[in-house]
């Protein structure tokens, strides 16, 4: 068995209703089952996929996110039913729905991309907030520098 690829994984996370997902579709090729039997699993088990855990898609958030990839992919095509969409939780949850030794490998390679993201996520905001302090301090120093050289100057130059 191939081993999943994280980089693979980060590109089928999408953000819809400000929330970092994976689509029915790319969880079922990545399982290497058909979307329908994904989602036949899905239902036959609802009570363990609460709204926080599974969005279902509207039609405009799925016209949307197929005009954003440029071109519909082939999985997208010919669907009957608008695409459910999982949050991190709920990957994790497909675990105790999809049971083979195929899902626990990509439930595992997929956590590890949340995972990374939300790192990737806090050093950005670390590196941003600590770039604005530098910011404040290098404003702070050139206001002091500025005031320096307008006394300097008044004593060299004396106003007429």
């Given at each position: 068995m191939s081993e999943i690829s994280l980089s693979k994984n980060e590109k089928m996370i999408y953000i819809i209703r400000g929330q970092k997902v994976m689509l029915d579709s790319d969880l079922a090729e990545l399982y290497g089952v058909l979307t329908k039997n994904l989602?036949?699993?899905?239902?036959?088990?609802?009570?363990?996929?609460?709204?926080?855990?599974?969005?279902?898609?509207?039609?405009?958030?799925?016209?949307?996110?197929?005009?954003?990839?440029?071109?519909?992919?082939?999985s997208y095509g010919g669907?009957?039913?608008?695409?459910?969409?999982?949050?991190?939780?709920?990957?994790?949850?497909?675990s105790s729905v999809l049971t083979s030794d195929r899902a626990a490998q990509v439930n595992l390679a997929i956590i590890r991309t949340f995972i990374k993201l939300r790192s990737f996520l806090a050093i950005?905001?670390?590196?941003?907030?600590?770039?604005?302090?530098?910011?404040?301090?290098?404003?702070r120093l050139f206001k002091i520098v500025f005031e320096r050289?307008?006394?300097?100057?008044?004593?060299?130059?004396?106003?007429?």
């Open positions: 989602n036949k699993a899905v239902r036959r088990n609802i009570e363990r996929f609460p709204e926080d855990l599974m969005l279902q898609l509207t039609a405009d958030e799925f016209e949307l996110l197929k005009s954003q990839n440029g071109t519909s992919k082939e669907r009957r039913y608008l695409p459910l969409a999982f949050t991190e939780g709920g990957v994790a949850m497909l950005e905001n670390t590196t941003s907030d600590k770039l604005d302090e530098l910011g404040q301090g290098t404003y050289l307008d006394s300097l100057e008044e004593m060299v130059i004396p106003k007429e």
